[in-house]
């Protein structure tokens, strides 16, 4: 009953005796990634519909009073609103400013540990799935791998060491969000809503909220701020100042445990926030007042 | 009613011969074995060697999951021979059961494992802190981060699935992941003296070739969390020593300890 099978080129991309379907995780990931990426793409090119503060800036019924459909809303993708801030600085400025936002978030969560984990596998097949062969894709040729494997010992992937500088820059975009999710509850006088009253809280005020909560568990789980809480220390129990911080740790670290969890729920929600406030704005879909 | 039956593929194959150069060979062999309730591969591999095949190489010592010493590939995944359950596996097609393919083949399920330690005879040990242990006190806090480096069993298994030794060969720049968790373990350990072993973490045993894609934590049967705990945390460590430029001016102007 001999059966002779050759031994396979373990090395070779694909080349397994799993008989499982470990190409699923991968795919999915490539099709999740790639929509995100395509449809932020398309909303920044849109270069409107992305806030709905001004009556001039959406899409209003014919015949409907134009003061009941301004919102306090403003796209996470287009966050902070800089031509608006600074419209002297940015007066040569005429592009969506999600093209000067997306670049911040983008590098945060290119260079994080998850997305790593996940992109290296999905897209660049180093390796695809555990005990699978995965020589370097086309696709991280193209970015510069060499054609040997050199994990990140060399341009460009050397500069995933320096993710802690991305995570300090998105640590300031919460503070800039929460700022949003206030306004999306108490920033409606001074657009100019129908009822003049100042707050109100509508389907997009919620959404918004979840957004900020969503990316603030995902960007404070992050394994760069767990080690700066305490990560880098060798003794905890050293000072009360390093026992305040190992408390902190241990605290993060249950949140850090679900990295990946939030990574995604809050990458489809920033997504969605966009999709839900881009529609309003265009009198597609008509958000609700809850009271 | 019939006892259920699984086919089972297993490689059968010979060492490489240095002398006469002759090449690592073998081939799959197809047996049945009936599956008694409670059975794990182990114990499949045992039922081959009483029936057919008396000759079959396969190493194990406890067959309670702690030796480290059944470590092979089960349907192309590294796994112990002794904890993998048959009822946790399809049996209406054949289970392949292979050794390790990152360690040179001595025969059949037995492979050289010598690599790894000279891996880790090459990493300097624990240096203590003090002269006199007799005097340390130690907190339960600044242990619990390394206890669980200390469940270990060294199976290797991690070290087989790495695809940094596995498919990459990089065994002249890699020490692989059970050596970032020994390397983790002592670095975080608050009293060990050595004030070297980040630089070593990067510049023998290679961690700049690990890519995070956590295949090691998938495989590890002691569920050491081993690239969340051990090996992001010494990057991390590897960045502010060598990468972070405001590490380094903070150490210049003496607001950061000099490692
Ligand atoms: S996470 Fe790193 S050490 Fe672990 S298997 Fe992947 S490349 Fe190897
Ligand atoms: S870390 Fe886990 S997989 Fe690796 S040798 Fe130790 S017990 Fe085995
Ligand atoms: S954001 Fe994922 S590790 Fe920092
Ligand atoms: S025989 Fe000891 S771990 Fe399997």
Not at chain 2, 5 to 23: K, L, P, Y
Not at chain 2, 95 to 123: C, E, G, H, Q, R
């Amino acid at each position: 009953m001999a059966k002779t099978v050759v031994i396979q080129d373990i090395n070779a991309t694909g080349a397994t005796e799993r008989n499982d379907g470990w190409w699923v995780e991968p795919l999915m990931v490539l099709g999740g990634l790639g929509l995100f990426i395509v449809y932020a793409t398309w909303a920044a090119i849109q270069g409107e519909f992305y806030a709905m503060e001004k009556v001039e800036e959406i899409i209003i019924p014919a015949g409907a009073n134009a003061a009941e459909f301004v919102r306090p809303y403003l796209s996470p993708i287009c966050s902070p609103d800089l031509p608006r801030w600074f419209p002297e600085l940015f007066s040569w400025y005429q592009w969506s400013p999600a093209f000067l936002i997306l670049p911040f978030p983008g590098a945060f969560r290119a260079t994080c540990y998850y997305y790593r984990k996940a992109y290296y596998r999905s897209f660049f097949t180093t390796p695809a799935a555990c005990s699978v062969g995965g020589q370097p894709s086309p696709l991280s040729k193209l970015l510069g791998f060499t054609k040997k494997y050199t994990g990140e010992t060399q341009f460009p992937m050397y500069f995933q060491n320096l993710h802690r500088f991305t995570f300090y820059i998105a640590a300031l975009f919460m503070v800039i969000l929460a700022y949003d999710a206030y306004q999306g509850f108490f920033g409606w006088e001074h657009i100019g809503y129908a009822d003049g009253k100042n707050f109100h809280v509508g389907v997009g005020s919620l959404v918004i909220l979840g957004n900020v909560v969503l990316l603030g568990l995902y960007t404070f789980s992050c394994h760069s701020w767990r080690h700066l809480l305490a990560g880098k220390l060798d003794c905890f129990s050293c000072s009360d100042f390093t026992s305040k911080r190992f408390d902190a740790w241990k605290r993060q670290s249950f949140l850090n445990e679900h990295h990946m969890l939030f990574a995604w729920v809050s990458l489809i929600w920033v997504g969605f926030t966009d999709l839900y406030i881009r529609l309003c704005a265009m009198g597609i879909w008509q958000d609700r007042i809850l009271f | 009613m019939a006892k259920a039956e699984a086919t089972f593929h297993v490689f059968r194959g010979e060492a490489a011969d240095a002398e006469s150069g002759v090449e690592a060979s073998g081939e799959y062999q197809e047996y049945k074995v009936p599956v008694e309730e409670g059975m794990v591969v182990l114990d499949a591999m045992h039922y081959i060697q009483g029936e057919d095949a008396p000759d079959l190489a396969v190493r194990w010592n406890c067959k309670a999951a702690k030796c480290g010493s059944c470590s092979a590939e089960i349907n192309g995944k590294p796994r112990l021979l002794c904890k993998q359950r048959m009822d946790a596996l399809p049996l209406d097609e054949p289970i392949v059961v292979s050794p390790l393919k990152t360690f040179p083949l001595v025969k059949d399920l037995v492979t050289d494992v010598s690599w790894n330690y000279k891996m880790n005879a090459a990493i300097p040990p624990f240096q203590p802190k003090e002269e006199d242990t007799d005097k340390w006190e130690v907190f339960e806090n600044d242990v619990v981060r390394t206890q669980e480096f200390r469940k270990c069993i060294e199976c290797f298994l991690c070290q087989d699935v790495c695809h940094v030794l596995r498919n990459h060969d990089r065994k002249d720049a890699f020490a692989g992941p059970r050596f970032m968790v020994r390397l983790a373990s002592l670095d975080m350990h608050p009293m060990d003296a050595r004030n070297d072993r980040v630089k070593y973490t990067k510049e023998e045993a290679g961690i700049g070739l690990c890519n995070i894609t956590k295949c090691c934590t998938e495989v590890c049967p002691e569920d050491i969390k081993i690239t969340d705990n051990a090996i992001i945390p010494m990057k991390e460590r590897v960045v502010d020593e060598f990468y972070d430029p405001v590490m380094k001016v903070l150490r210049g102007i003496g607001l950061a300890h000099k490692k």
